[in-house]
Nanobody
Framework: QVQLVQSGGGLVQAGGSVKLSCTTSGIIFSVNSMAWYRQAPGKQRELVAL???????NYADSVKGRFAISRDNAKNTASLQMNSLKPEDTAVYYC??????????WGQGTQVTVSS
């Protein structure tokens, strides 16, 4: 059974930092791309950051220079360090394992609220 369990998030003031983690089980973590998405109220889910199995990263323009995605293959965990947070970063954040070439699995989602 595949599980992606997210932790972190919560309420933070603008300019602050939050770290999200996504611990997986039931998949071969090291061969999977991992990504973080977010969905704000009334908006579509959007890609925030992605890290491939080889460690290549990609970011949405809106978070470049502020967010950092990483992976720890020994712990089957992907993380998203979010710095210099803005109110517009408020959303439910989801981790995703897999890509177009492999099955896709989602975490349960975690709320991040940035107050101004």
């Amino acid at each position: 059974q595949v599980q992606l369990v997210q932790s972190g998030g919560g309420l933070v003031q603008a300019g602050g930092s939050v770290k999200l983690s996504c611990t997986t089980s039931g998949i071969i973590f090291s061969v999977n791309s991992m990504a973080w998405y977010r969905q704000a109220p009334g908006k579509q889910r959007e890609l925030v950051a992605l890290i491939t199995s080889s460690g290549t990263t990609n970011y949405a323009d809106s978070v470049k220079g502020r967010f950092a995605i990483s992976r720890d293959n020994a712990k089957n965990t992907a993380s998203l360090q979010m710095n210099s947070l803005k109110p517009e970063d408020t959303a439910v954040y989801y981790c995703r394992a897999g890509d177009l070439a492999s099955p896709i699995y989602w975490g349960q989602g975690t709320q991040v609220t940035v107050s101004s």
